[in-house]
């Protein structure tokens, strides 16, 4: 199984990443499918056309950096929980991530969270900023983060008692 640092370098090296450039110049998605699967909800999903995955269906979704308006839309859409918002400008030293999340309860605006890597283990504390219900039993929840933590930080800890509601092949170890 991989650790975070090589999952994080599989995916930084896909077509799914933004560039370093990208990041700097405001919120993005960051699509975090490396894997050749026959999938493409994500590429319906962006109004702005900044998502392709055309044919075959199995290609890796690439995303067309300079498109994006980091709206958000394809985070729900995503049956794979793996479409985050990025944005690395929130203010001096914070970064706000939006993701995707499947538990209840939800998280208010103001609480304070356990913020965890892609392997679900804790990284830092969140602060909660908004949570709004996104398609299909998705939510979506932005979190602020320390800005160090921009490209680890993709989940939040559920709430004690937190009942995962999502698609079961979904369900993170906590
Ligand atoms: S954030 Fe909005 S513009 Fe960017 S890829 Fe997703 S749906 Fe498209
Ligand atoms: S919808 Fe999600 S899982 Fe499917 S191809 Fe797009 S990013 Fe990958």
Do not use: Q
């Amino acid at each position: 199984m991989l650790n975070e640092e090589a999952i994080l370098n599989k995916i930084k090296v896909s077509p799914g990443y933004p560039s370093k450039e990208r990041f700097l110049k405001g919120p993005v998605a960051v699509i975090e499918c490396p894997e050749e699967i026959p999938c493409n909800p994500c590429e319906e999903a962006c109004p702005f056309g900044a998502i392709k995955v055309g044919e075959p269906i199995t290609n890796i979704p690439m995303l067309i950096e300079d498109k994006c308006v980091g709206c958000g839309k394809c985070i729900s859409a995503c049956p794979g929980l793996a479409i985050f918002l990025v944005n690395i400008n929130y203010s001096e030293k914070e970064a706000a991530i939006s993701l995707p999340y499947e538990f209840f309860p939800l998280p208010n605006v103001g609480d304070e969270v356990d913020v965890l890597n892609r392997e679900g283990k804790f990284i830092c504390k969140g602060k909660v900023i908004k949570v709004i219900e996104g398609e299909d039993h998705t939510w979506i929840i932005t979190i602020l983060i320390p800005k160090e933590f921009f490209e680890v930080a993709r989940g939040i800890k559920p709430l004690k008692g937190g009942v995962f509601f999502g698609k079961k092949e979904n369900y993170m170890s906590l």
